[in-house]
């Protein structure tokens, strides 16, 4: 019999579809869209390269196409579930590259757009922490008044050195001082992590789980780091050969990590997911549903669940 308080299925942790099934009460999708944002580590502002792992499409490979407008781009994954679920409801993931990066008029334009679209309830809007200005945080707070929103912001990882071999262009403290800022309006924060970085070792990345317990976040996702192709991380692991994380030692350390995580802490995402025509390393991670079955597995097996460690280390 599972015991853990925020699931009603076999999952020992905290799963998004849980907590919108409990919050909305239906079916809810994130519609992945590009808003033809750039970002301040590749256009100068911090950088010009960007993150060493970062893709042409900003991690937007599953958002929209930029030249489509965004109502297109919504309605054409609109019409696809709805087919399967007429019910559902939506929420509008601004995802590609940093989706506060322009002056406030342009935010407000584009997201009202999605926000005036039938059955959305909500935006998801992922950035970097140091691409909120002032003037953006009192809009988001506005934003946050008349619907579901959740900010998600890019960490990584929190050690120093890895921060800057790949190449984040913004420092562990002004992550902390955006989550300070957000929850200040109380706006909903999901931070993303990545396991597998060049030279981290298991206990650096439980490290990072631990810390961002620690701080006033709603939602995490979980990466796999994966090697792609046309990306200076391709580069670096050409030359240097460093470990890739087994699938083995990915669901031991996600398994680890998750205990160190509040159980209200909503796991948003807990694998890397591809696409299979871009991917290097590891092969492995294009089955997904056996990452998350193994995961499942694992925490059976071992007779663990999300937060476990912090009751018992308490």
């Not at 994130?30 to 950088?47: A, H, I, M, Y």
């Not at 997911?273 to 089955?287: C, G, N, R, T, Y």
Request: some cysteine; aromatic content about 10%.
């Amino acid at each position: 019999m599972n015991n853990f308080i925020y699931s009603d299925t076999n999952k020992r942790y905290h799963t998004l579809d849980y907590f919108n099934k409990h919050k909305f009460g239906c079916k809810v999708f994130k519609v992945s869209l590009n808003g033809g944002f750039t970002c301040p580590n590749k256009d100068g502002k911090v950088g010009k390269k960007g993150c060493i792992y970062c893709s042409k499409s900003g991690s937007g490979e599953y958002a929209g196409r930029v030249c489509d407008d965004l109502v297109k781009q919504f309605n054409d994954v609109k019409e696809i579930m709805s087919k399967k679920w007429p019910t559902g409801k939506y929420i509008g993931y601004f995802q590609a590259n940093t989706n506060t990066y322009a002056p406030v008029d342009e935010l407000k334009e584009k997201y009202e757009k999605i926000l005036d679209l039938d059955n959305v309830v909500g935006l998801n809007i992922a950035t970097r922490p140091d691409a909120i200005s002032d003037e953006c945080y009192d809009y988001l707070e506005e934003l946050n008044k008349k619907t579901y929103l959740t900010v998600e912001l890019g960490l990584q990882s929190i050690h120093p050195e890895t921060i800057d071999l790949i190449n984040r262009c913004h420092s562990l403290e002004c992550f902390k001082e955006s989550v300070l800022e957000l929850r200040k309006r109380n706006i909903n924060v999901v931070v993303h992590i990545i396991n597998g970085l060049p030279y981290e070792t298991k206990e650096m990345m439980i490290e990072t789980a631990k810390y961002l317990n620690d701080l006033d976040i709603q939602g995490i996702k979980i990466h796999m780091l994966h090697i792609i192709k046309n990306t200076e991380l391709l580069d670096l692991y050409e030359k240097e050969h460093f470990h890739v994380l087994t699938k083995e030692e990915y669901v031991e350390i996600v398994c680890e990590q998750l205990r160190y995580l509040r159980p209200e802490i909503v796991i948003n995402r807990i694998t890397g997911d591809p696409k299979a025509s871009d991917l290097i390393e590891p092969k492995w991670l294009v089955k997904k549903f056996c990452v998350l079955n193994d995961i499942d597995k694992y925490m059976k097996l071992h007779d663990i669940y999300q937060g476990d460690k912090i009751k018992r280390e308490e």
